[in-house]
Structure formats: structure tokens, C-alpha cells
């Protein structure tokens, strides 16, 4: 190299740094310019922001007087508004309040050690803790503790609303799963990876049945959604259902009646991506969330809120597609992969089984378990209405001599009940109806198995022995 190129090259060096200075230099006299909104109206469950611009899913933030903060997820727009529905109490809020967009740093989980996970500065929906560390441990619907445990220490983080699967690339539903209650195992068999419907109005042992399975069922971890259901069955349903061992095995999220609606939704998609993630790690999990039509209510409610219209008997057109959203998301894995098996609740408002919630919850699941409210008024529990109640998966999971069995009893008990009128005024005279005259004398027997104790536990096999021997163990004059 020649003595005027080395001079050359040390000149544009001098001219780099002394420009790199002069930056630094303008940096440190500019004032930081400060990207914010604010709030221009609130009217019920719904605060206004102008002068910001965020993607529908956004997390942002109200600073409060007293250093305490209001934090809102975006929901809707109209021309350069924004429609921000807060996950709290809006106590403290005055005209004109700041609105920030969450930073991406806090949303995500913050260990002891080391640093949080990196993403995309563009991805700022809302991201909340994953993984092992939730084993044990009740949660809100926004990632934060209840049980006065400490800090969730995860390293791990998902969004929300996962994208759906191919279906193409689920595993089929080929193993039967235990779930401990007889009249399930041997007449509505469930198969791993399936998704099934709970319907009941209220006060006919839905959640006795629900604390049932999840003590007896064979999972890996349970994830337990209590969305909109009341507060004081979140510590029983832990104490007196779970127990220390089941909790040990568990992740509760807890979203109760008096949560704000955002929660109340946010819950059901949180407790769904903690099943998501357990999947992933191929472990089999049992997702049981009490129940879909609060989750369904709490999307009216937001709906409403934000102007869209009703529809069906006052539920906008929003939460029926919010419906197969969330229940889509569950089910098998690739093949090699984990599964979710879940059990959805559905409240039906006065015993009306074609509430609109019911009807399409029953049309998107794998089957729905009725419980009927003359057999918990006549003391039959668990209450399940046999005859109503069907698992579609039932036929490929079972063998034709077990499927047989089942269509045998239900042929019995519906023809007695169809005639018990007759039977209790003396009506009937004995051998006009052969299958008749064997529903009567197998009724007691056939009453009997369809009953448990809840501290009962009925396993798969002994469950078809059982029906196999109640029908046959009557023998007919």
C-alpha cells in the first residue's frame, strides 16, 4: 500500500469518528419524543383512545395518579379510534388520560435470571408464561399468581390465539381414555384427543362430575379452566377436588363471575395455550373448563359493547365464530405428539337444550353428556341422561361386542321409560311386550349401574364386565 493511499484511508477514518461525535452530540440534546395516546371517553365497558395506532390484540396501559395502572387489550376501531376494553377496574381514569402501548419487554415473563425471551418488535399481542413451572400453581387470567406462592419463574412465553392446525396433520382418535365414571367408560366411551360437552343446568352436579373425572382421569397434567363460575368454587374445586396431589399434577386458571368480561375471555385462551403448550411436549393433558357459556357471555358482552349488532336471541355473530376458534385448538397432536382431551361445560338456561350457546356448542364438539335435572331430583348421580348423550367417537375406539352391549342397554332403558306411566298405575299386564317385560325386570339392576359414588373410582374394564353381567343377570320367566 503507497504512503498517499494509507493517508487517504487515516483522512475519511478522522472524518467518520468526528461525524459519529457530532451525532452522539445531537442525540444527547434531543428530547425524547414521547408516543402516546389518550383517552377520550368512556361509556361502560369500553374506553375511547385517540393519537395512537395499534393492531387489533394490542396490550396497552392507563397510568393511574397514584403510580397504579389500568391495562386494556384493543378490541376494535372506528376511523382513527381506538375502542380499548380494560381488564380491570377503571376507577381513577379522567379525561384525557395517557394511553401507552405495553412495552414488549412486559409482556413478557420476567425471571430471577437472565434475560426474556426475544421476538419481533412488531409482535406485541399479548404474551403470558408457558411451561412447567405453572405445575402446581393457580393463576388469573392474565398470568398472575392467586395462591400466594411467589413469582411464576418461566422462561417461557406463548401468545394467546395460536394459529389453527392443519387439520390434516392431527393424529386420529384411536385410544380410549379412563375417566373413572362408569356409565361414561361403558356407554359414552371417550377416546383420547376428544372433545366432549358437559350440558346441565345449574344445580345438577356438573362440577361434582367435572371434580370426578379430573381425580380418575389418566393424564399426564390437567389444566383447569374456571371461567365466569363463582369464586367460592375455585378453592373447593382445589382443596376438596383436586387436593394436594391433583393440584401437584395441575394448572388451575381462575377467571371468576366478577372478573371484568376481557378476563373472563383472556382466562379460557390462557388455560387453552397452557394445554397447547403441554402438547408440544408431547405429554397427554386433560383440559376441563368450567364453562363455555360464560366464555361465550363474556364475547356478548365485548361485542355489545362495541356496537356490534345481536343476533341469535341477543348473542352477536362474533361469538359463534369465537366458539370453533377456541374449542379447535384442542384435541391430538401430529402424530408422536401429546394430545388434549377436554370436557367443555355448557349451562343450559332452563333445561333448554336448544339455547343457541348449547346448539352450537353440540354441533363443534365430539359429543355432548346430557345430565338431567328428574334424575338429580330423584337422587340419581351422577345425573346423566343416557339416553340424549352420544360420543362420536365411541364406534372407533370400541369393539362391536362392547358397542353392542351399550346399544342394548339403552334399548332397555328407554323402552321402560317410555312406559313407566303405565308400569307405576298397573297399567301393563306382563308378556304383551317381550323387551318390555325384560326392561322391568332389569331396571333396578340397570338403575344401579348407571350410579356412582363420588369417591367411587370404575375403570375401563370393570365397566364393560359390569354392563355385561347386569344384562344378562336377570333371568326372564
Known amino acids: 500500500m503507497t504512503e498517499s493511499t494509507q493517508s487517504l484511508q487515516n483522512v475519511h477514518q478522522l ?5 459519529i461525535r457530532d451525532c452522539k452530540e445531537v442525540l444527547r440534546l434531543v428530547e425524547p419524543v414521547e408516543i402516546a395516546g389518550r383517552i377520550t371517553k368512556l361509556t361502560g365497558l369500553v374506553m375511547v383512545a385517540v393519537g395512537i395506532k395499534l393492531p387489533i390484540g394490542s396490550a396497552c396501559y392507563v397510568p393511574l395518579s397514584e403510580g397504579s395502572r389500568v391495562e386494556a387489550e384493543v378490541v376494535g376501531f372506528d376511523g ?12 381513577g381514569v379522567v379525561p384525557g388520560a395517557k394511553v401507552f402501548a405495553l412495552e414488549v419487554a412486559e409482556a413478557l415473563p420476567k425471571p430471577h435470571f437472565g434475560q426474556p425471551p426475544r421476538r419481533r418488535v412488531t409482535d406485541i399481542a399479548r404474551h403470558l408464561p408457558v411451561g412447567n413451572e ?17 413469582k411464576i419463574d418461566s422462561l417461557q412465553s406463548a401468545p394467546l390465539n395460536a394459529r389453527p392446525m392443519n387439520p390434516l396433520m392431527r393424529a386420529p382418535i384411536e385410544e380410549v381414555l379412563d375417566v373413572g365414571v362408569r356409565a361414561i367408560n361403558s356407554m359414552l366411551t371417550v377416546g383420547r384427543g376428544q372433545r366432549m360437552g358437559l350440558f346441565a343446568g345449574s344445580g345438577v352436579g356438573k362440577s361434582v362430575l367435572l371434580g370426578m373425572m379430573a381425580r380418575y382421569t389418566t393424564a399426564d397434567v390437567i389444566v383447569v379452566g374456571l371461567i365466569g363460575e363463582r369464586g367460592r368454587e375455585v378453592k ?26 376481557l378476563m373472563r375471555l383472556q382466562g379460557a385462551n390462557y388455560a387453552t395455550t397452557i394445554a397447547e403448550n403441554f402438547r408440544n411436549q408431547g405429554k397427554n393433558v386433560l383440559l376441563i373448563m368450567d364453562s363455555l357459556t360464560r366464555f361465550a357471555m363474556a364475547q356478548r358482552e365485548i361485542a355489545l359493547a362495541i356496537g356490534e349488532p345481536p343476533a341469535t336471541k341477543g348473542y352477536p355473530p362474533s361469538v359463534f365464530a369465537k366458539l370453533p376458534a377456541l374449542v379447535e385448538r ?18 343450559t338456561e332452563g333445561d333448554d337444550q336448544q339455547d343457541p350457546i348449547a346448539d352450537a356448542a353440540r354441533a363443534i364438539l365430539d359429543g355432548h353428556i ?13 345425573a346423566i341422561d343416557i339416553e340424549q348423550s352420544i360420543s362420536r367417537a365411541m364406534h372407533n375406539i370400541t369393539s362391536p361386542e362392547h358397542q353392542k352391549l351399550a346399544r342394548k342397554l339403552k ?16 297399567a301393563y299386564e306382563a308378556g ?23 369417591a367411587e373410582q370404575a375403570r375401563v374394564g370393570e365397566s364393560i364386565q359390569y354392563l355385561a353381567h347386569v344384562l344378562d343377570e336377570t333371568k326372564l320367566n
Open 411 to 426: 334399548q332397555l332403558n328407554s323402552r321402560y321409560m317410555r312406559s313407566v306411566d303405565l308400569i307405576n298405575v298397573g
Open 432 to 454: 304383551s311386550d317381550a323387551v318390555l317385560d325384560e326392561a322391568i325386570a332389569k331396571h333396578e339392576s340397570i338403575d344401579a349401574f348407571l350410579q356412582q359414588d363420588i
Open 15 to 19: 472524518r467518520w469518528h468526528d461525524h
Open 80 to 91: 382513527d379510534c381506538l375502542l380499548l376494553m380494560p381488564q380491570s377496574s377503571v376507577d
Open 236 to 261: 373447593e374445586f382445589i382443596e376438596q377436588i383436586l387436593g394436594p396431589e391433583g393440584l401437584a399434577r395441575s394448572v388451575v386458571v381462575a377467571a371468576p363471575a366478577d372478573a371484568p368480561a
Open 134 to 150: 405453572l405445575l402446581g400453581r393457580v393463576v388469573d387470567g392474565a398470568g398472575n399468581p392467586l395462591d400466594d406462592l411467589g
Open 370 to 382: 346430557v345430565l338431567s335435572r328428574s334424575l338429580a331430583e330423584s337422587g340419581h348421580y351422577p
Open 330 to 347: 384442542v384435541g391430538n397432536g401430529k402424530p408422536g405428539e401429546g394430545s388434549i382431551t377436554a370436557f367443555y361445560t355448557v349451562l
